[in-house]
């Protein structure tokens, strides 16, 4: 195929980009297709000569479209935000097209650069403590890494290799994998799963710790369970609190905890992957209150910030721990500006690294500081659109605060009806809500994710599950009057009287 040709299939899949964005109402959010559908219709094995680029793309449509759940749909409501916009996009491609691995300054200075300036920026906007900073005469800074995951699991690692060097300069003595072996860490039982998995992949034991009536990690707790381990002779290493958790959108109590972190020299990291966006308006910074203690911090601009996946932004106050932890130097890794600019391959796990950084400067320029805060606050009135929508209905209850973006709810009653409705609302793929729990109670979770989110399209989601749990409780109550005539002692012709009766009642009352 020549040059023009591919031009020609570039400017046509940015037209298709372009309309699949703004057709997005007319799919339906999940998919209709069974596990393996793909293999049944593709070939297996791969065209021994060049196909037309234009049934490339037709496949593209015919094939990769019925098996895609729509993240950014305006009826999807799952999970948490994966963020799109179309100025992160055309970043994406520039990234792409230059195609730089910056590892390191000399590998593309202007890929380590922008990454420091663009951290620098999202970190006094969310209004981090001057330390987490880059400058030149301070240890902190900004790194974009791949995912939350990636940030807990990291600050794990050099949490691990911090403690154990303290351990062995009082301690000379001691053997190291012995030091190891006794490090522990601690999280709330409401932690997103992958600080689980840290503790797992880091080989550290994780202590998830109740919370109160909140969803909150409160000071006490900790404090407690760090005793009882130091009495065990094991070493407190590293805590994580949230601040949004992924259930219920819960904040640690970070004036609590951040003290015993501070008295007992343990790591604090704080995942705010989600919540964190809405630190950029400064009425809602009081949910970060004791972030001065922290060690690290972590957003996913992935989520609320309208950077595509993946630019998650974790700012630390010591760089030296990270470098210390993953340094690694061989003869063609070194360069004659060492030391000047961050190699920003000491501060992550893998050694390539895309240029990110584009993503964020492209959207923090094109929106701005306002454009921004615009859309967080527009999220949040949406949500509370729903929430009204919920508290107009008493077959519904609110379980927790609604806070940001998050409305918890389920049906009242028995947790078979809110688990009914959520399987009745996937089967007919038209919205896209999870479950949580909340104090042994079934919650469904109602997130408005998408950037194209609209009054309408609310209303259109309420509309969804109120009809939906109409038939819900319309069954049970036929089901209930069903039982209660068949074991009434009346002849068969009253009874057949009484069921439509209760028929009749049980219309009125679901209208």
């Keep these: 195929m020549d040059i023009s040709e591919f031009v020609k299939f570039a400017k046509a899949t940015i037209d298709f980009v372009a309309d699949y964005n703004e057709t997005l109402r007319n799919r339906n959010v999940l998919p209709d297709v069974e596990p393996g559908y793909l293999s049944k219709l593709l070939p297996e094995q791969a065209p021994q000569k060049s196909e037309k680029w234009q049934k490339v793309l037709e496949d593209v449509e015919q094939y990769i479209m019925p098996g895609i759940t729509h993240w950014n749909s305006p009826y999807f409501h799952a999970y948490f935000p994966t963020a799109n916009s179309y100025p992160a996009i055309v970043a994406e491609i520039l990234s792409s097209a230059i195609g730089c691995i910056g590892f390191s300054w000399i590998a593309s200075p202007a890929c380590t650069e922008l990454e420091v300036i663009t951290c620098n920026w999202l970190g006094k906007l969310l209004g981090l403590p001057n330390e987490f900073l880059n400058h030149s005469e301070g240890t902190g800074g900004g790194v974009i890494q791949g995912s939350a995951s990636e940030c807990t699991f990291i600050c794990l690692l050099a949490a691990k290799e911090y403690t154990t060097r303290q351990i062995k300069t009082l301690h000379p003595e001691l053997n190291e994998d012995l030091i190891k072996s006794k490090l522990v860490a601690y999280t709330s039982n409401q932690s997103n799963s992958s600080v689980e998995k840290a503790g797992i992949l880091g080989s550290m034991l994780i202590r998830l710790l109740p919370v109160d009536n909140k969803c909150s990690l409160r000071g006490e707790t900790l404090k407690k369970a760090i005793q009882e381990d130091r009495e065990k002779g094991l070493i407190p290493c590293y805590v994580v609190a949230t601040l949004g958790t992924t259930g219920t959108c819960a904040f640690d109590n970070l004036d609590e905890i951040g003290p015993i972190c501070k008295e007992h020299n343990i790591w604090l990291h704080i995942d705010a992957a989600y919540a964190g966006a809405a630190f950029i308006c400064p009425e809602f910074r009081y949910l970060m209150s004791g972030v001065q203690y922290a060690d ?216």
């Design 296 to 511: 690290s911090f972590n957003v996913n601009a992935h989520k609320w910030l309208l950077v595509n996946f993946d630019a998650s932004v974790m700012w630390v106050k010591d760089s030296r721990r990270l470098i210390e932890a993953f340094s690694v130097n061989r003869i063609y890794l070194a360069h004659d500006k060492e030391g000047l600019a961050p190699d920003y391959r000491n501060w992550q796990i893998p050694l390539g690294r895309r240029f990110r950084s584009l993503k964020l400067w492209f959207v923090m320029r094109i929106y701005g500081v306002e454009g921004l805060q615009k859309h967080i606050k527009n999220t949040i009135r949406l949500a509370q659109l729903f929430e009204k929508y919920l508290r107009s209905d008493d077959r519904f209850e609110i379980v927790t605060e609604v806070v940001m973006g998050l409305v918890c709810f389920r049906i009242k009653g028995d947790n078979s009806l809110t688990k009914k409705l959520l399987d009745r609302l996937q089967a007919r793929r038209q919205v896209y809500l999870i479950a949580s729990t909340y104090q042994d109670k079934l919650i469904a979770r109602f997130v408005v994710c998408s950037r194209l989110c609209r009054e309408e399209d609310i209303a259109f989601s309420w509309n969804e599950i109120s009809s939906q749990t109409n038939e819900i409780l319309q069954g049970e109550l036929y089901q209930e009057s069903v039982e209660s005539i068949a074991k009434s002692p009346d002849d068969i012709a009253t009874r057949i009287e009484n069921l439509n009766l209760a028929t009749k009642k049980i219309s009125q009352k679901i209208s």
